[in-house]
């Protein structure tokens, strides 16, 4: 008999993954497409870490060409039209504009860096820099007045970033993935023909064990602690944590372009329409010790943020005006570089698979924008290791580029046509409701509709539009299990839910959870 408080649950699977983040989402995606048998496991929610805390860009990363990493800028690059490509739902085009400030990074070296960035990537579809005289121009209007003649223009793509992580997700459990959310990976033994991992769920406290061929450690800031002390590898930490935080205000101006800002001591941040009524400004660079899981904006942070904003923007920006503000780490490479803003945003994929010894990839580094490219170069690393899988099951190499992620199943031109059809097909909603539903879940938002003809079909309003058969649809498919997993990572309607209504809507959860189990979503 199993000991007390453990599960019969014995299994084995071609690669089991540490991390649900947005690389780990994206491996398992591209290693169940490709036909092998995949299981991830992540200690809380999805994207409940890192990548649900970034500045939600696809990018190249202007930046980073002053540091000479010419590699990432430029895979990053060819990366944002891909990624427009299949999740044109969660993904789309925004403008930036760029302020020249004498004094600060010349105007040819930013002339440089945008012709760089125009020719670097294989832009096809992406509109070509600019340059802008901001004393004519609207985007000069919200600037201090005098302050800004000229400006550049370039683009970028925004997306929504903990969802790109559930899309994955979802995608590879489609596929056949087995993934376990608030379950954590407690202890491994490692044996030459493979892994044996003890898991251990959170709520519960029951444990499972399962056998694996390989395992892919993307435990994100964790990355060192797993390899340390659940993997039992005592291996010198190669992580450097990098905290950024950001803040959203009420927005400060009417236009739909972003701005990119420099600071005097080097440092740049963004300023993004967000949510419609809403300016998302950030982030920070600092180092950071300590647990990962009680990262949060410092006051000092945020005052540097609004004092850096109020150099730019005629309105005053301060404290008081913040209405959210959320902080992450970043798992950088440690390779000694000074200042935190000077850090590689590189990946780095470390695979020890020495004779007599089951495979082990630790996953350090990477950015939203690359996350597909790295899980890619996983797979090339660890798929000599494995298995071939079944013939006529496995999809080629570059597969995660061609196939849309659910819900993105349309042209990159055709989401008013999608909001449009939404409209028609269920004339009762709101048009804000139906555009929301469409930029959350493209051509699925016909799934959670279904065959209702009045609001009234659609099940309890728990407020902000979130519906009960939204919410059905986020706890049975989407791995959601309590109020802060729906208003800040599957959705952003924290900022339009009250406290109240936040408490119904995780009383409503539990309820749901245990009248019915399979709403826990186990994929």
């Not at 410092?298 to 503000?325: G, H, L, M, Q």
Request: proline share 6%; aromatic share 8%; with cysteine.
């Amino acid at each position: 008999m199993p000991p007390r408080g453990r599960t019969a649950l014995d299994t084995t699977y071609d690669l089991a993954i540490i991390g649900g983040g947005v690389n780990g989402c994206g491996i398992a995606r591209d290693a169940t497409g490709r036909g092998f048998k995949v299981l991830l496991c992540e200690q809380d929610d999805l994207a409940s870490g890192t990548s649900s805390a970034a500045t939600k860009l696809i990018h190249g990363g202007l930046r980073y060409l002053e540091h000479r990493e010419f590699r990432l800028v430029r895979e990053a690059l060819m990366e944002r039209e891909v990624l427009w490509g299949i999740a044109p739902h969660i993904i789309w085009p925004l403008r930036f504009v760029l302020p020249y400030q004498k004094g600060l990074r010349p105007a040819w070296m930013l002339r440089l860096g945008l012709l760089l960035y125009d020719n670097l990537g294989g832009r096809k579809r992406l509109p070509a820099t600019r340059t802008l005289d901001l004393r004519r121009d609207p985007a000069g209007a919200p600037l201090k007045p005098g302050a800004f003649r000229k400006g550049f223009e370039y683009s970028d793509c925004w997306v929504e970033d903990s969802r790109l992580v559930a899309l994955n997700a979802r995608d590879a459990a489609d596929r056949g993935a087995t993934v376990l959310t608030r379950t954590r990976a407690v202890a491994a033994e490692r044996a030459a023909e493979g892994w044996t991992l003890t898991l251990q769920d959170r709520n519960t406290r029951q444990t499972r064990t399962v056998r694996a061929r390989a395992v892919v450690n993307a435990a994100g800031p964790w990355v060192g602690q797993v390899l340390n002390n659940t993997l039992g590898q005592n291996n010198a930490a190669k992580v450097r944590l990098v905290q950024g935080s950001h803040i959203v205000v009420p927005k400060l101006y009417d236009h739909d372009r972003c701005y990119f800002f420099q600071n005097p001591d080097g440092r740049i941040f963004f300023a993004i329409p967000y949510e419609t009524d809403f300016t998302l400004i950030g982030t920070t660079d600092r180092d950071y010790e300590g647990d990962p899981a009680d990262v949060r904006a410092t006051p000092e942070e945020v005052d540097y943020i609004c004092r850096s904003a109020s150099d730019y923007f005629a309105r005053a920006v301060t404290p008081a005006d913040v209405v959210w503000r959320y902080s992450g780490v970043r798992p950088l490479y440690d390779k000694g570089d000074g200042a935190a803003q000077a850090a590689t945003r590189d990946y780095v994929l470390d695979l020890d698979a020495g004779a007599g010894r089951a495979p082990l990839l630790s996953v350090f580094g990477g950015k939203l924008t690359t996350y597909r490219k790295l899980a890619e170069h996983a797979l090339q690393l660890v798929a000599p290791h494995l298995p071939a899988p079944a013939s006529g099951t496995a999809l080629p190499a570059g597969w995660t580029g061609r196939e849309a992620l659910p819900g993105g199943d349309f042209p990159v031109d055709g989401f008013e046509a999608l909001v449009a059809e939404i409209r028609a097909r269920w004339p009762f909603l709101r048009p804000a409701h139906a555009r929301r539903l469409a930029r959350h879940y493209g051509t699925r938002a016909r799934d959670i509709l279904g065959t209702a003809l009045s609001a009234a079909d659609l099940g309890t309003d728990y407020g902000a539009t979130l519906t009960e058969a939204e919410l059905d649809h986020l706890m049975t498919r989407e791995w959601a299990r309590t109020a802060t997993d729906v208003a800040w990572r599957r959705t952003k309607l924290g900022l339009r839910l009250t406290p109240a209504e936040m408490d119904a809507l995780d009383r409503a959860m539990a309820d749901k959870a245990a009248a019915r189990p399979a709403l826990a979503g186990t994929g």
